[in-house]
């Protein structure tokens, strides 16, 4: 199963990749404004007196990446009650490791931003880029299981704070009304899974009207797919009995056929929904969302304070801050370092979490327009680039030691 997880992550990080480059190169070719154009073709649905209308950028950045933010709070409530989160003194070292790559990045962009309206884009170099990190430390042969499952560790943690960044600092005016109807549409959710309902399709239909009100409510609607995670339930319908030992074909086919709805019940609902999201997540939410938002034309584009605000807290504030806290928590006894992983593993993996895709590209797009966002988006690809070509480096190489 996780070296399923993990071979997942590295094939999207590829793709994810692959989709990036493709965006880029065509902003910066005669096509671009071909590629420019898609982005802004309008779409919309309407029924009866009801019509929702946006560019395709905002369809994809609103609506699939609602998904992706589904997965992201799957995968939290899981590492939270049942997973490597769950244990805390492995919490521990990645909750200080997670802190530590918030906070230095923030402050470092900070120093370089300290006046508006630069100064909007210090939650952009917060964020680790899962899939990219993962599929870099997949290059590095024979790495222990313990440094993946911390990277894992750090990375989730990580989107909860740039789940709650975007929540408290880069939501709009409130408005009471779909406010109310969202809370409403939520409690109903957690009032099924209480009432034990097993079946994901109830929890499916309140998905959309769930993101629809939050996305009137003001705060972004991505944030439904976190708040729908946490009605999914996490607890099975009924233990794992097994088979009996049928002998006659007939008898033995339709114990298999039982078997295999016994083993699906086995399966938590939050276990199955994360099963059948990740692929498409990994292998269609985010490249889309890399070729709609990595493009950007660099004629007449300056490498300015914006871009070097965000490439210095990805590729120093997040490395420095994971390993200080890092060590911090191992000095206070708040942690233990995974078996086979030294502080130089630790280092090269805070490089890995400077890789700032996905997530910071989508801040940034909350966070600014126009040739600020340019120059963020400049900053985050540049700095995510040699973060991820440091980090695999420094892994290899304290790997390489251990080994001598």
Do not use: C
Not at 16 to 24: G, R, S, T, V
Not at 197 to 207: F, N, T
Not at 317 to 335: D, E, F, S, T
């Amino acid at each position: 199963m996780l070296e399923q997880f993990f071979q997942s992550e590295a094939k999207g990080g590829v793709l994810l990749f692959l989709a990036a480059l493709l965006a880029f190169v065509l902003a910066n070719t005669p096509w671009s404004s071909l590629y420019f154009a898609l982005r802004e073709v309008p779409a919309g649905v309407r029924l009866g007196a009801f019509g929702l209308e946006k560019p395709l950028l905002l369809w994809v950045n609103d609506l699939l990446m609602a998904l992706f933010f589904l997965l992201v709070g799957l995968e939290l409530k899981r590492e939270v009650l049942s997973g490597e989160l769950r244990e805390p003194r492995r919490a521990g070292l990645a909750l200080a490791g997670a802190l530590g790559g918030m906070a230095v990045p923030a402050l470092l962009y900070l120093g370089v931003n300290p006046g508006l309206p630069e100064a909007r884009g210090w939650g952009v170099p917060m964020a680790t880029d899962i899939a990219f990190a993962l599929g870099v430390l997949a290059l590095v042969p024979r790495v222990p299981l313990g440094l993946k499952l911390f990277l894992t560790a750090l990375a989730i943690v990580d989107d909860l704070g740039a789940v709650l960044v975007i929540a408290i600092f880069y939501t709009g005016g409130l408005e009471p009304l779909p406010l109310g109807l969202a809370a409403l549409t939520l409690g109903l959710g957690l009032l099924l899974n209480r009432m034990g309902v097993w079946h994901l399709w109830p929890y499916m239909l309140l998905g959309l009207p769930l993101w629809y009100f939050v996305l009137k409510s003001g705060l972004h609607a991505t944030l439904a797919g976190v708040l729908l995670a946490l009605a999914i339930p996490l607890r099975r319908a009924r233990p794992f009995q097994g088979a009996t030992s049928a002998q006659d074909p007939e008898d033995l086919e339709g114990e298999l056929e039982g078997l295999e709805e016994e083993v699906e019940e086995a399966q938590s609902p939050l276990h199955r929904l994360e099963h059948a999201l990740h692929p498409w997540v990994a292998y269609g939410v985010l490249p889309t969302f890399a070729f709609f938002n990595a493009g950007v034309a660099l004629t007449g584009l300056e490498f300015g304070v914006v871009a070097l605000g965000v490439a210095l807290g990805l590729l120093l504030g997040k490395p420095l801050g994971i390993l200080l806290l890092v060590w911090l928590a191992l000095r206070l006894r708040l942690g233990v370092l995974p078996e086979g992983v030294d502080l130089k593993g630790i280092l090269g993996v805070g490089f890995l979490a400077g890789i700032g895709f996905t997530m910071a590209l989508f801040i940034a797009g909350l966070a600014f327009e126009g040739d600020l966002l340019d120059q963020a988006k400049v900053g985050v690809m540049a700095a995510s680039l040699l973060a991820g070509l440091l980090g695999f480096t420094l892994v290899r190489a304290s790997l390489d030691r251990g080994r001598a």
